[in-house]
Each structure stands twice: as structure tokens, then as C-alpha cells.
């Protein structure tokens, strides 16, 4: 997938607004906040392919038809009904799609070396694969995207490792080495889905417990071994 640079687009966007406002004295009233946040959130929801952001975006047609118009509505119930069925999209069509990180999955991000490593993903999709046989701890960072990471061939330096994860609106997928099991208590999950496919057999042969601690916010994390 080709990283959709938001930045870039809501730069020019602005600009346009500007020189348009320099010739349309009531450019303001029609063009507010609201009418770029449709535009950026629907624009990456269309092109990654996400309904939740997609409906983000339409959402936030609803404040703005309602100052634009002045018309007599509840604008965030109707704003909350519109997120909510993308995020019930989200879900099903998430659950639809079987994904897994595979033996030899594509790797777009350079292989990190070191105790400590750092992640992360904004508005786009990163695979990375760690080999750093030294790992103490691991930092998980996710904004708007889709966030892939295979410590399959990873060692680590004690048998408790901390794995800090801070995610919002996406995905994580992370596949662990055999001998290591993930506790997910210490992560909390508001709208957010965690799926661990436990492929250990013997507890008794676990070397490496992994303890997961953060927050996901609308966020579909998934744990294969």
C-alpha cells in the first residue's frame, strides 16, 4: 500500500482555502473546520479502505450542514449515529478478513538492533521484523493506519519484558517467538478488539513472558505465535 502523505494534502487544501478566501469575501461561512475534517478523514478512509475513518469523515458533515444551514437538529446524536456505523462496518468487515502474519511477509521498515525498540505507524502501513538479540523492552506507537510486527526472530534479555502499546483508530498485528506468552491484562480497550492465538502447548516451556500495557482506542490488536 502506498502511504497516503496527509500532510502534504491538507497543506495544499489550506492553501487553496486561503487564496479562495482572498477573492470569495464569504468564503469563511461555507468552507469552517468541519468541511476539512470531511475531506481529510474521508479522502485516507477511501483510499486505505476504512470504513470507520470513512464514516469519521461524513460525520462531521453533520455540525457542519447544521451551522451552514442553521437547521433545527441534534447535529452530534446524529454525528455519534453516523460513527458508530462505521465503526459496526469496521468490525465486520474486520472479522471477514482473515490476516496473518505470515513466515516471509514483506518488510517495508529497516530491521531495528538494540535492547530498546521503538515503533510506529501514522496514517499509513508499516511491516517491520525485529532480530536485536537483546530485547528488553518494545514501544508501540499507532495513529490512523495499520501496524505489522514480527519479533519471531527476536531474543530477549530477561524472562519479563515489558511491551508498551499505544494505539487509535487501526490495527496491530504482532507475531512473537516460540517460548513467549503475552498477559493482555494490563492493556486497557475502549471500542477495541484483542485476539491471542495461543499456539503453546506446554506452559511449562515457556521462557519469556511478555506484559502488555497501554491503551487501543478503536483499535484491533491480534497476537500469533
Given at each position: 500500500?502506498?502511504?497516503?502523505?496527509?500532510?502534504?494534502?491538507?497543506?495544499?487544501?489550506?492553501a487553496?482555502?486561503?487564496?479562495?478566501?482572498?477573492?470569495?469575501?464569504?468564503?469563511?461561512?461555507?468552507?469552517n473546520?468541519?468541511?476539512?475534517?470531511?475531506?481529510?478523514?474521508?479522502?485516507?478512509?477511501?483510499?486505505?479502505?476504512?470504513?470507520?475513518?470513512?464514516?469519521?469523515?461524513?460525520?462531521?458533515?453533520?455540525?457542519?450542514?447544521?451551522?451552514?444551514?442553521?437547521?433545527?437538529?441534534?447535529?452530534?446524536?446524529?454525528?455519534?449515529?453516523i460513527?458508530?456505523?462505521?465503526?459496526?462496518?469496521?468490525?465486520?468487515?474486520?472479522?471477514?478478513q482473515?490476516?496473518?502474519?505470515?513466515?516471509?511477509?514483506?518488510?517495508?521498515?529497516?530491521?531495528?538492533?538494540?535492547?530498546?525498540?521503538?515503533?510506529?505507524?501514522y496514517?499509513?502501513?508499516?511491516?517491520?521484523?525485529?532480530?536485536?538479540?537483546?530485547?528488553?523492552?518494545?514501544?508501540?506507537?499507532l495513529?490512523?493506519?495499520?501496524?505489522?510486527?514480527?519479533?519471531?526472530?527476536?531474543?530477549?534479555?530477561?524472562?519479563?519484558?515489558?511491551?508498551?502499546?499505544?494505539?487509535?483508530?487501526?490495527?496491530?498485528?504482532?507475531?512473537?517467538?516460540?517460548?513467549?506468552?503475552?498477559?493482555?491484562?494490563?492493556i486497557?480497550?475502549?471500542?477495541?478488539?484483542?485476539?491471542?492465538?495461543?499456539?503453546?502447548?506446554?506452559?511449562?516451556?515457556?521462557?519469556?513472558?511478555?506484559?502488555?500495557?497501554?491503551?487501543?482506542?478503536?483499535?484491533?490488536?491480534?497476537?500469533?505465535?
Open positions: 500500500m502506498r502511504r497516503f502523505n496527509v500532510w502534504t494534502c491538507f497543506l495544499l487544501l489550506l487553496a482555502c486561503f487564496i479562495a478566501s482572498a477573492f470569495i469575501p464569504d468564503f469563511w461561512i461555507m468552507v473546520y468541519n468541511l476539512i475534517f470531511f475531506s481529510a478523514f474521508f479522502s485516507f478512509g477511501i483510499l486505505n479502505k476504512r470504513p470507520l475513518i470513512v464514516f469519521l469523515g461524513l460525520a462531521f458533515l453533520s455540525p457542519y450542514v447544521h451551522d451552514l444551514l442553521n437547521l433545527d437538529f441534534a447535529q452530534w446524536n446524529l454525528f455519534s449515529g460513527f458508530l456505523i462505521g465503526l459496526a462496518l469496521e468490525f465486520l468487515l474486520g472479522n471477514n482473515k490476516k496473518g502474519l505470515t513466515k516471509d511477509y514483506k518488510v517495508n521498515k529497516n530491521d531495528q538492533e538494540g535492547p530498546h525498540i521503538s515503533v510506529k505507524t496514517m499509513g502501513e508499516d511491516r517491520y521484523r525485529i532480530y536485536s538479540q537483546e530485547v528488553e523492552t518494545v514501544d508501540i506507537n495513529t490512523f493506519g495499520e501496524l505489522w510486527l514480527d519479533l519471531s526472530q527476536a531474543r530477549f534479555a530477561s524472562d519479563q519484558v515489558p511491551i508498551h502499546l499505544v494505539a487509535k483508530f487501526g490495527e496491530v498485528h504482532i507475531r512473537l517467538p516460540k517460548g513467549c506468552v503475552m498477559d493482555t491484562t494490563g486497557s480497550h475502549p471500542l477495541s478488539s484483542v485476539k491471542v492465538n495461543r499456539f503453546e502447548s506446554n506452559l511449562d516451556q515457556v521462557e519469556t513472558r511478555l506484559h502488555l500495557n497501554g491503551s487501543l482506542l478503536c483499535t484491533e490488536l491480534t497476537v500469533e505465535y
